[in-house]
């Protein structure tokens, strides 16, 4: 049996468990958003990588294929960052891989998987921190959807917030309201540090790095988006 391993979003995190998954495989598809070339090198010390630029890829990554068409493990594999980059005809392939909405999907049409295997790199609040296995085996198709634990700190912030709100009998306020996020946008407008915007609004450093990297790779991208790209529901 052959085992591919499928991530990609990594924004510049590779974690622990996302390495001690992939080791073992024999091949690694990265579907883009890499952010770092410090990624690339650590993936390649685990095995074969084959891999996509993404939008977040910028000057360092200008020799990276913006898709990828190659025989891998006996399957014909076509992989892309964003599926509207796809071509319409994909019938010449056995699996179709992307990535950039950091949401993991998995469907068949007729004889090929599409796999989505989300983001294993900086969480997004509602959405889970996965990595996909395919595994062949006498022509069968099998994928193993993996998902990473929830981050501590996260978790204890979170925690420690809503004990504060409680202790104090106010109702604390939503921490990614629009009108918050709006703030926190015009503060990176200002030139303010990711630990200076972090510590003002009491939101984990590596949430607020990634609220930052989405308002700067996507210009136009407004407090709205930012809510939408990070799987947070709008405010009613």
């Known amino acids: ?47 074969p990588l084959y891999v996509v630029r993404g939008n977040a890829d910028k000057e360092w990554a200008e020799g ?8 891998i493990c006996g399957l014909r594999v076509f992989m892309v ?4 980059h796809m071509p319409k005809e994909t019938g010449d392939y056995d699996l179709v891989v992307y990535g950039h909405s950091h949401k993991y999907e998995e469907h068949r049409e007729k004889d090929c998987l599409y796999l989505n295997p989300g983001s294993c790199g900086p ?9 996909a296995v395919v595994e062949v085996e006498k022509g069968e198709i099998r994928v193993v ?4 634990a929830q981050d501590v700190q996260a978790v204890s ?10 202790e104090s009998g106010r109702v604390e306020e939503e921490p990614f309201s629009a009108e918050r996020l709006h703030s926190i946008l ?30 700067l790779t996507h210009p136009g991208i407004d407090a709205a988006g930012v809510r939408d790209k990070m799987g947070l529901p709008r405010d009613r």
């Open 64 to 71: 990276l294929p913006e898709t990828l068409s190659e025989e």
């Open 1 to 47: 049996m052959k085992r591919i391993g499928v991530l990609s979003d990594t924004h510049g995190k590779l974690r622990d468990e996302v390495v001690e998954i992939l080791k073992g495989c024999d091949a690694i598809l990265h579907a883009g958003d890499i952010n770092t070339p410090q990624v690339l090198e650590k993936l390649r010390e685990i095995g």
């Open 145 to 148: 959807r993996k998902e990473i």
């Open 123 to 131: 969480r997004r609040f509602s959405l889970s921190v996965t990595i």
């Open 81 to 84: 960052h964003n599926k509207k």
């Open 186 to 215: 015009r503060d990176v407008d200002k030139g303010k540090s990711v630990s200076e915007i972090a510590a003002k609004y009491g939101i984990p450093e590596e949430t607020t790095g990634q609220i930052c990297r989405l308002y």
């Open 157 to 166: 912030v979170s925690r420690k917030r809503r004990r504060a709100a409680e």
